[in-house]
């Protein structure tokens, strides 16, 4: 397939401003302070501001909101230049995620409200849609929002929402009518992540990241807060996935730990040999280089078709079905690479490459099962990309 991946003068004259500012501003520390689970810490957050205040951050969005216009291909530029440097993009769910939808289907009033503000750095977004009984089947939440006059009264509880304990608002997924067919009647909802009625509790996870469960007890939230067209929230959900899977995932991320590791098999011996010079590391290596390029190949034909204008169904859930397994392969054989002593962590005495592939091997454990599990993505692409049956 050819993929139309040319990009004007004004997007190579952005990447590359963008990139000498990423090589001045973004420290070790900053790309460390921003995790997905912990926000934003201190330099972190003044980070956030100085981009926002470029312009950057609101790079494919209107001027009247806060962008600095451009493309979608710039977008898909400012987290390639982010990914390429192991960094991600600051408020990352609000910027890709709510943002997007706002832009689409919100009023004139929220979208002048809170866009300028995602723009500008200032605010994060927490993402509200799973529920204890209601992971892969969203259709099925329970949680509601009772109309009262000129607010929703909100009760229910949510789990795993991860950036709860830190984010300014929450992009919450309620049921607002119960009686209606379940895909519709369900609404999504700005809510104010401090509200009276909102209690948020922790969950560890193997691979250290927090995440939380969120209950609400009768929390009043204004109608203003409604996204969009009451009862359609399903389908704004389900309409900014292929995008969200485009921009959050990029392989591009996993080339400079593949460079450490190819470093260290150059530098380091095993048995009086050099570990490069084994052919089974070898073998590792190639599988991983191999695995990296066909990812990216995924990658370029589901921006290829975003760029057209065309929209990504099942083409970014084999993107994000392979990339996701491919990441825990990757995770896998760097181990196999390092041996033993692969798994001692960072501190640990002798810890080959300061113990990132250990953590690595931890972190990809979620990849395959947040933003949908492979079984779900697996089932998407056999029906609506192979045209098999259910
Ligand atoms: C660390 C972490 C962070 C997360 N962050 C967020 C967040 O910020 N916000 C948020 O809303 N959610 C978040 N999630 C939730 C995540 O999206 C869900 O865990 C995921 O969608 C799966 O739902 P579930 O856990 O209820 O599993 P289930 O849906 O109960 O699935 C259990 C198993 O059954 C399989 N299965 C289910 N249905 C089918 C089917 N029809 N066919 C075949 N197999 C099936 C699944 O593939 C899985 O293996 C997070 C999860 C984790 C672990």
Redesign the pocket.
């Given at each position: 397939m050819d993929f139309n991946l040319t990009t004007t003068d004004a997007e190579q004259k952005f990447r590359s401003e963008l990139g000498a500012f990423l090589d001045r501003e973004l420290t070790p520390e900053i790309c460390r302070q921003h995790s997905m689970d912990l926000g934003l810490g201190p330099e972190a957050r003044a980070f956030a501001l100085k981009l926002g205040a470029t312009g950057w951050l609101g790079r494919g969005w209107p001027k009247k909101y806060g962008g600095s216009g451009g493309t979608v291909v710039d977008e898909y530029i400012m987290v390639q230049e982010f990914a390429r440097r192991e960094a991600i993009v600051p408020n990352i769910v609000a910027r890709f995620m709510c943002g997007p939808v706002m832009l689409r289907n919100g009023s004139e009033d929220m979208k002048a409200e809170f866009l300028p503000r995602i723009a500008s750095g200032e605010i994060e977004f927490?993402?509200?849609?799973?529920e204890p009984s209601s992971?892969?089947?969203l259709a099925s939440m329970r949680m509601k929002a009772v109309d009262d006059g000129d607010s929703f009264v909100i009760s229910g509880q949510?789990i795993?929402?991860?950036?709860s304990h830190f984010a300014d608002y929450h992009w919450l997924a309620v049921r607002t009518n119960p009686d209606a067919p379940r895909h519709h009647g369900i609404s999504l909802f700005v809510v104010d992540q401090r509200a009276p009625g909102i209690t948020i509790r922790p969950i560890e996870?193997l691979g250290g990241?927090r995440?939380n469960e969120v209950f609400y007890d009768e929390v009043r939230v204004p109608k203003t807060r409604l996204v969009g067209e009451l009862n359609k929230g399903f389908y704004y959900m389900a309409e900014a996935l292929g995008y969200e899977r485009l921009m959050l995932f990029q392989s591009v991320r996993l080339i400079p730990p593949f460079k450490r590791l190819l470093e260290y098999t150059k530098t380091t011996k095993r048995g009086g040999r050099l570990l490069a010079d084994n052919p089974d590391v070898q073998r590792h290596l190639a599988q991983m280089a191999t695995e990296i390029k066909v990812a990216q190949a995924l990658e370029d034909r589901a921006f290829a078709l975003l760029k057209n204008g065309d929209p990504l169904d099942h083409e970014a859930s084999l993107l994000k079905l392979f990339g996701s397994a491919m990441r825990q392969r990757f995770a896998d054989h760097a181990l196999d690479i390092l041996g033993p002593l692969g798994r001692l962590e960072e501190g640990a005495d002798g810890a080959p490459l300061g113990g990132e592939m250990a953590k690595l091997a931890k972190t990809v454990v979620?990849d395959t099962?947040?933003?949908?599990?492979?079984?779900?993505l697996k089932?998407v692409v056999a029906t609506r990309g192979m045209g098999l049956p259910r």
């Open positions: 927490s993402l509200g849609y799973t992971g892969s089947d949510k795993f929402n991860t950036q996870t990241e995440t979620v099962i947040g933003g949908g599990t492979s079984e779900i089932t």
